[in-house]
């Protein structure tokens, strides 16, 4: 919707209405305050998600990479199932590895339950460079039901879309493809990372693809600087 056409926010929060039993004055000011600058946020997120799907037509995948996946060999037009947009999440679960990386499982476990959802709209696929027999082990072992898992068999996917780091590490990785006449190409990728991160914050994307975190900053103390999930407790 057109800017112009958006009522204020301070506005828009002064009609809602909402009171909870007992508050103070003072807590409503504060929260009809706050609630303005999420109608600003909301607002701010969509106008990024309207210039994000105008990019222009990002660069075509030329080289002919290869997976394993649970039902055997797949190119990377396979990935795409009848869908012309692939989304491909990198994870970290790669040859240095004894057990995979637990903020990566944290987002996959959550995401598992959505499969189903997403896979009306679009394909999707998790890639790590370890053996598909290792990823589907793991899957069993965590309970996942819907995740496609499909094991870079050369690595060559993972270090051309950033899923590499330094000493031959894995990185974390999101990037979204399509396919449209008959090309594949690069529509986004992930981009934002510890050169980009403000001080005193964790080096994390916008809008954040963890619940998690979506969750936990909605309460008093927020994100805890130094805590991280684990694979188990």
């Avoid at 009609?15 to 000011?29: A, C, H, T």
């Avoid at 898992?149 to 879309?161: A, N």
């Amino acid at each position: 919707m057109d800017k112009q056409y958006l009522a204020p926010a301070a506005e828009l929060a002064r009609k809602n209405g909402v009171r909870y039993p007992n508050e103070s004055e003072e807590y409503r000011r504060a929260r009809d305050a706050l609630l303005a600058e999420e109608i600003e946020l909301r607002r701010h997120i969509e106008r990024v998600a309207e210039q994000r799907r105008a990019l222009p037509p990002g660069g075509e995948v030329k080289k002919d990479y290869r997976f394993e996946g649970e039902q055997g060999h797949a190119s990377f037009a396979d990935l795409f199932g009848d869908k012309d947009t692939l989304v491909v999440y990198s994870y970290m679960y790669g040859p240095q590895r004894e057990r995979p990386c637990p903020m990566c499982t944290s987002l996959l476990s959550a995401w598992d339950g959505e499969v189903p959802d997403m896979l009306q709209q679009v394909g999707l696929a998790v890639v790590a460079r370890s053996p598909i027999e290792r990823l589907l082990a793991f899957k069993k072992e965590r309970g996942w039901r819907y995740l496609p898992l499909y094991s870079d068999t050369t690595g060559e996917f993972s270090r051309d879309y950033h899923a590499i780091g330094e000493d031959d590490g894995d990185d974390a990785a999101f990037n979204v493809f399509t396919r449209r006449d008959g090309a594949i190409r690069h529509f986004w990728g992930g981009e934002m990372g510890g050169v980009t991160a403000d001080p005193g914050q964790d080096p994390r994307g916008a809008p954040d693809l963890m619940p998690i975190w979506t969750v936990l900053d909605t309460t008093p103390q927020g994100r805890e600087p130094h805590w991280y999930p684990k694979l188990s407790y």
